[in-house]
């Protein structure tokens, strides 16, 4: 079965330290993606980066990094020189991308306090 | 260019009664997504559209949930009637007809049943 899971409930970290939220996956699929999001106190959930299965190259976006390693069906995000800004809710999910459908599997997210 | 916009932001009703919830997608974006989140849980897949057409209701709780598409536009998911476990926060997502399909979500509407 198709699976997400996100380890760490809470995290902290201090401001400008570089924090690791960790993200394991599950699946049988042989194409898929995973993304990572962003869902601050007010609500809105904000995408923040994207890996495909067959990308050979970590994805990056700014702070934002992708640590993948398909062997171990990990797919941790890495957040850079943390800023206040970056506390947070942060959901990992996988994208089935079977068919013409392409629903999201989200883990249950971990919670990141930036303290100054 | 707006983004994905849910209607209302909060809804309380009470058991038995009947609510419907809007989204509007990002213009363009044929495909559009419902999800849920009940307290302390994950993120939960409902439906899938793909312009007026329903791709994927296989996260469907239920038959009192009743999504609709019209046009290919906005959409509209009515819970009736609703129960108390249908408390949540229902998220609306909109994404291109192309990989990879970034989804783009609204600020999703939290119901609260009592």
């Known amino acids: 079965a198709q699976k997400i899971t996100q380890t760490q409930p809470g995290m902290f970290v201090q401001e400008k330290e570089a924090v690791t939220l960790d993200c394991t996956y599950d699946?049988?699929?042989?194409?898929?993606?995973l993304f990572w999001y962003k869902q601050p106190s007010s609500g809105e959930m904000i995408f923040l980066i994207y890996?495909?299965?067959?990308?050979?190259q970590n994805a990056t976006e700014g702070r934002y990094s992708l640590n993948f390693q398909k062997a171990r069906k990990s797919a941790n995000l890495v957040i850079s020189a943390s800023q206040l800004g970056d506390s947070a809710m942060y959901f990992c999910a996988m994208e089935r991308q079977r068919g013409a459908t392409n629903k999201l599997i989200f883990g249950t997210g971990t919670l990141l306090a930036v303290q100054p | 260019e707006a983004g994905v916009t849910q209607f209302p932001s909060h809804s309380v009703i009470e058991k038995g009664q009947t609510v419907t919830l809007r989204c509007d997608p990002i213009s363009g974006h044929d495909n559009l997504y419902w999800y849920r989140r009940v307290m302390g849980k994950e993120i939960k897949f409902l439906l899938h559209?793909?312009?007026?057409?329903?791709?994927?209701e296989s996260g469907m709780p239920n038959n009192r949930f009743l999504a609709e598409r019209t046009g290919g536009t906005y959409s509209t998911l009515k819970v009736q009637p609703a129960e108390l476990e249908d408390s949540g926060v229902y998220f609306c997502a909109s994404s291109q007809v192309r990989v990879p399909y970034e989804q783009y979500f609204g600020p999703g509407t939290r119901l609260t049943v009592t």
């Open positions: 699946t049988s699929d042989p194409s898929y993606g």
């Open positions: 890996q495909g299965s067959y990308d050979q």
């Open positions: 559209f793909v312009k007026e057409s329903k791709q994927d």
